[in-house]
């Protein structure tokens, strides 16, 4: 694996949040304006080798329930695959985020530009914001957690098209 220089998450930020604006989504900040919606978790994915399109999983929590919207770059015209996402499922994910504390977790230090898969994990409710940014393939401690926390409780956002 060919990793680059360390480099600043702006721009780690900057090329996760080009693909959600190339696939024409909206922040996740406009989408909580909706009415009915109580939260909304989005993760980004970029695959530095393109072994599979990049992809945006947004889980968008309303009254009526959850859903989750897979949209892959370059892939079916740009329309999501739309998963529900049982109660059950939604309330083990947002646990296993609370315990990690992710609302006050850092992007993950000393990754580099290029050469790892970088995910975006964003969460948002109401006017409140957050953002996290990690290397699957290297992330430490709570990072490692969070990679873990996707996979086991999420699994839909993390699936490939190639």
């Given at each position: ?5 360390p ?7 900057a ?19 909706e ?14 080798d ?30 999501p ?8 499922q ?10 990690l504390?992710?609302d006050?977790?850092?992007?993950q ?16 409710a ?12 290297t ?24």
């Amino acid at each position: 694996m060919v990793m680059g220089n360390p480099a600043r998450p702006e721009q780690q930020a900057a090329m996760l949040r080009g693909i959600t604006e190339r696939m024409g989504l909206p922040p996740i900040r406009t989408l909580c304006k909706e009415p009915d919606v109580l939260g909304v978790y989005r993760i980004t994915v970029d695959y530095y080798d393109r072994r599979a399109h990049d992809s945006c999983a947004t889980l968008v929590i309303r009254r009526s329930g959850a859903q989750l919207a897979m949209h892959y770059q370059r892939a079916f015209d740009q329309k999501p695959i739309l998963y529900p996402i049982a109660t059950i499922q939604l309330e083990a994910f947002s646990h296993a985020l609370q315990t990690l504390k992710f609302d006050t977790l850092s992007d993950q230090p000393e990754i580099p530009l290029y050469g790892l898969d970088f995910w975006m994990v964003e969460r948002a409710a109401g006017t409140f914001v957050h953002s996290v940014i990690i290397s699957p393939q290297t992330a430490p401690g709570r990072h490692a957690d969070l990679v873990r926390a996707i996979q086991t409780h999420l699994p839909e956002a993390l699936r490939l098209i190639v």
